[in-house]
């Protein structure tokens, strides 16, 4: 079962999800039915259509996407450990591997449901279109982008460079985390993946920085689908004088054509 883990950093990545992505139950239901396209009332029409033809250039698991198995191998210190993974679309992921810490463990469970849940889909007009958007105003345009605002619960902005989502902020709690895209490859057609991006904690008050993460990402087309094949993580903290690296491999992928559990 995939959980959140709190153990080295202010907040997980896959607590990232609760706000960036939807469950797959809402994707199945939001892609049998027309879009919405409404802007919200307060949003400045050209900062809300800037946002959302970047959201809809990501490149997406299809709605046909069921799941998939693979062998994974995580190396932590340059310690190999492999098992296998069966991941299901609106299920928990199964994960087979054996001889890690309940750390190790939390660690590689976290970044896989990022890995997985950054590439669903779903109508921007009832994730984050849902929200006033305009153009932020105290921040000039960057190498990021424009600075576009949510006027959400999270304080939440983006920024957005050649129709693509660049730079997010969020501030849950007492922490807040900017996630900087550093590289992006193409995919399909119109559609991109971020593959070499940052994400740096901070304290909300004092501005204090008090981790950093840098990730860099591949990915394999099989039957069509893009998948993810590697993940390596570079983890910065003040309690280290020395950066942590981490890698995630899958193999021997293969697409399900169902999500019927096995025999």
């Not at 996630?179 to 399909?188: N, P």
């Not at 094949?229 to 995630?248: C, D, F, G, L, M």
Request: with cysteine; glycine share 6%.
């Amino acid at each position: 079962m995939l959980r959140r883990s709190l153990a080295t950093f202010p907040i997980s990545l896959a607590l990232l999800l609760s706000s960036l992505v939807i469950s797959h139950a809402a994707h199945a239901e939001e892609s049998n039915a027309k879009e919405t396209l409404e802007v919200p009332a307060g949003a400045d029409k050209e900062a809300w259509l800037l946002l959302k033809t970047a959201h809809d250039s990501r490149q997406a698991f299809p709605d046909s996407f069921k799941g998939f198995d693979a062998n994974i191998s995580f190396i932590d210190d340059g310690k190999k450990v492999d098992g296998k993974l069966e991941y299901r679309s609106g299920k928990d992921a199964k994960i087979e591997l054996d001889g890690l810490s309940k750390e190790q463990s939390e660690w590689l469970q976290d970044k896989l449901l990022s890995m997985i849940g950054h590439r669903r889909g779903g109508d921007f007009a009832k994730r984050d279109g849902r929200n006033p958007i305009t153009f932020g105003k105290d921040e000039p345009e960057n190498n990021f982008g424009k600075l576009l605002v949510l006027n959400d619960k999270l304080n939440s902005s983006y920024r957005v460079k050649d129709n693509k989502v660049m730079e997010v902020t969020r501030c849950p709690g007492d922490v807040r985390f900017t996630i900087s895209v550093i590289e992006t490859r193409v995919a399909d057609p119109g559609k991109y993946l971020a593959n070499h991006f940052a994400v740096s904690y901070r304290d909300k008050k004092t501005n204090a920085l008090s981790a950093v993460e840098a990730f860099r990402d591949s990915y394999k087309q099989i039957d069509g689908v893009w998948l993810p094949a590697k993940r390596t993580v570079i983890s910065i903290t003040p309690e280290k004088t020395t950066p942590e690296i981490r890698q995630i491999l899958l193999s021997e992928v293969k697409l399900v054509s169902d999500d019927k559990p096995k025999d």
